[in-house]
């Protein structure tokens, strides 16, 4: 289950995508939609947070806006030794 980092609050707004950077604070860009240029997409950092992301965790913006983070699994298909 995912483990709540940091009380934050954002507030979302529709057509952005909101994300942990990687300096730990949430960041959104435009959402990419049809008739649209190709590019890369504006970025503008809506809360200063400073979390110190560890390795093996997916981070994310959670319904009540604050930052959370859950243990990734790694699937695949177990390889056999010889």
């Not at 604070?25 to 890369?40: L, P, T, Y």
């Not at 997409?41 to 913006?61: C, D, P, R, T, W």
Request: one cysteine or more; glycine letters at 14%; aromatic letters at 8%.
């Amino acid at each position: 289950m995912a483990e709540k980092v940091a009380k934050v609050g954002v507030k979302k707004q529709a057509g952005y995508l909101y994300f942990v950077d990687k300096k730990g604070n949430v960041a959104r860009a435009k959402m990419s939609r049809g008739g649209r240029k190709k590019g890369r997409a504006k970025v503008e950092v809506v809360a200063k947070a400073g979390v110190k992301k560890k390795s093996g965790y997916l981070y994310f913006i959670d319904k009540s806006g604050d930052i959370s983070c859950a243990k990734m699994s790694r699937g695949g298909r177990k390889r056999r030794r010889r």
